[in-house]
């Protein structure tokens, strides 16, 4: 069984960095799966890592694109990790939808 998990993390991981290398710098996509994988590795139960991993790139990127510390920046994240993160099984990621939710919470957030 443990060899059967195994394979399946470096599939998935794999799948992972795949992916994440088709978009641009700057964006959501690039941190979320990499982190979700690192998060995998260290023994986190998978339900904490995309909470975790959402909150983290979101504040990543708002401190590359200077952006942090703002109401709707913390609105954002509080969107992002209450109703994008629950998007992500350990059996599939759902990176594209777990992005389109995030870009959604953004444009919610700046309207208020």
Sequence with gaps: MEGKTTRSIMIFTLFLVVLAGQFAAGDFLPCYPGCLVQC??????????????????????????????????FCKIGCAVTKCSKLSTEGDPAVNKVNTCVNVCSESCLKH
């Design 40 to 73: 995998a590795l260290t023994g986190t139960p998978w339900f904490v890592c995309p909470v975790t991993c959402a909150a983290s790139c979101l504040i990543n990127q708002a401190t590359i694109l200077g952006t942090s510390h703002t109401n709707a920046h």
